[in-house]
């Protein structure tokens, strides 16, 4: 059971740039110094909210700063991009990090996104995951030419090749085959756990859905992984949550639903925006619960856990069994206005030091049985 951070991230619109970087880039170190062995970041261009256009980019800054931490894109919304680029560019930063890199991909989330890059089709945004992965793939383990001919993308080096000078070449990643891959869900039963399955990819579940819906994601991964001949390894599936962790229940509680929470303003936000697409059944802890009913606190409720340590740890034993067996647990990291940043340090202190080598004890207890 490995611990990591997920940061989407999630600000204020009102905050500046900068200072939100400065923020996450001070979080991201203290997870590396209290053990937290992955860091997981998400990519979007057109919402201040969600304000990290390159992930790598980010990453790259620490590099030489930090120990322990593994750099996950979470994720590299690939529609928008040419599958070139992004073998080149992940490719690079895996020799950058000496293969400290995991490369998490998806069709994307957010709708102004869909807008500027004319990718307003779900389904077709899936099948560019795929095609776009493939790509890549190959690209990591041949030498030219290259004549790769999909549905969306065609990528040819044939005549511009002077092997003697190396031109021509695209690079190779650090990792023998390249950086181990993961793909999205957020939706109940997503068909990109069964993607998954067929592909030998990682799973990430969204930290914004109910268990039910984790849970549906085990479930169909496990049945396509019967139909490929293989194992469903719980190892290659990461859960992201909200978490919080106080000295007590009650502090917990009001640290959550209080006004100056950062739980409050994520889900009242998460809310606004998926509520507006359509989209507010990915929230919801049942799809049959009525729309005026799926308040930002029973969202919250729902999808945030909260309490002492001895509260969190019975929390997320009852949560994984629930679910299924999930092989990495990712805090969700939340904005540090007001007194955020002291109650989110405490809370990753107290989840690293108290809550984790239990729930650790009780995995490897559940798989000796």
């Known amino acids: 059971?490995?611990?990591?951070?997920?940061?989407?991230?999630?600000?204020?619109?009102?905050?500046?740039?900068?200072?939100?970087?400065?923020?996450?880039?001070?979080?991201?170190?203290?997870?590396?110094?209290?053990?937290?062995?992955?860091?997981?970041?998400?990519?979007?261009?057109?919402?201040?909210?969600?304000?990290?256009?390159?992930?790598?980019?980010?990453?790259?800054?620490?590099?030489?700063?930090?120990?322990?931490?593994?750099?996950?894109?979470?994720?590299?919304?690939?529609?928008?991009?040419?599958?070139?680029?992004?073998?080149?560019?992940?490719?690079?930063?895996?020799?950058?990090?000496?293969?400290?890199?995991?490369l998490g991909v998806g069709p994307g989330g957010l709708v102004s996104d869909f807008e500027l890059f004319k990718n307003p089709d779900v389904h077709a945004r899936n099948r560019m995951v795929i095609e776009a992965v493939d790509f890549m793939k190959r690209i990591w383990s041949q030498d030219p030419p290259y004549d790769l001919k999909g549905e969306f993308w065609n990528i040819e080096i044939k005549d511009g090749i002077l092997p003697h000078l190396g031109v021509g070449f695209m690079p190779k990643p650090y990792q023998k085959g390249g950086p181990p891959i993961s793909i999205s869900l957020a939706s109940p039963r997503s068909s990109s756990a069964r993607t998954a399955a067929l592909k030998g990819w990682g799973m990430i579940?969204?930290?914004?859905?109910?268990?039910?819906?984790?849970?549906?994601?085990?479930?169909?991964?496990?049945?396509?992984?019967?139909?490929?001949?293989?194992?469903p390894r719980g190892e290659d599936w990461r859960v992201a949550r909200n978490i919080l962790v106080a000295p007590s229940d009650s502090q917990a509680h009001d640290r959550v639903f209080g006004e100056a929470g950062s739980n409050r303003y994520f889900f009242t936000y998460m809310r606004e925006v998926l509520d507006s697409v359509g989209l507010l059944v990915v929230l919801k802890p049942r799809p049959?619960?009525?729309?005026?009913?799926?308040?930002?606190?029973?969202?919250?409720?729902?999808?945030?856990?909260?309490?002492?340590?001895?509260?969190?740890?019975?929390?997320?034993?009852?949560?994984?069994?629930?679910?299924?067996?999930?092989?990495?647990?990712l805090m969700t990291g939340l904005d540090w206005g007001g007194p955020n940043a002291a109650w989110e340090r405490e809370s990753m202190g107290l989840l690293a030091r108290e809550v984790m080598p239990k729930f650790r004890q009780h995995v490897h207890a559940r798989a000796a049985e």
């Open 1 to 102: 059971m490995r611990l990591g951070m997920f940061m989407m991230p999630v600000h204020p619109p009102d905050r500046t740039f900068w200072g939100t970087l400065d923020e996450d880039t001070e979080k991201s170190l203290l997870a590396d110094q209290l053990g937290f062995e992955e860091l997981w970041l998400g990519e979007h261009f057109s919402a201040t909210t969600e304000p990290i256009p390159s992930p790598m980019m980010f990453f790259a800054n620490l590099i030489a700063r930090t120990k322990n931490i593994t750099f996950g894109t979470a994720v590299i919304n690939v529609p928008n991009h040419h599958p070139a680029i992004v073998a080149a560019e992940a490719a690079q930063f895996d020799h950058m990090s000496k293969g400290r890199f995991m």
């Open 205 to 231: 579940s969204a930290n914004i859905i109910p268990t039910y819906s984790v849970a549906s994601h085990w479930e169909i991964y496990s049945k396509a992984c019967a139909e490929a001949g293989r194992p």
């Open 288 to 329: 049959d619960l009525p729309d005026a009913e799926a308040t930002p606190e029973v969202i919250t409720r729902e999808c945030v856990t909260y309490g002492s340590p001895k509260t969190v740890l019975d929390k997320l034993v009852a949560f994984r069994e629930q679910v299924g067996p999930f092989g990495t647990l």
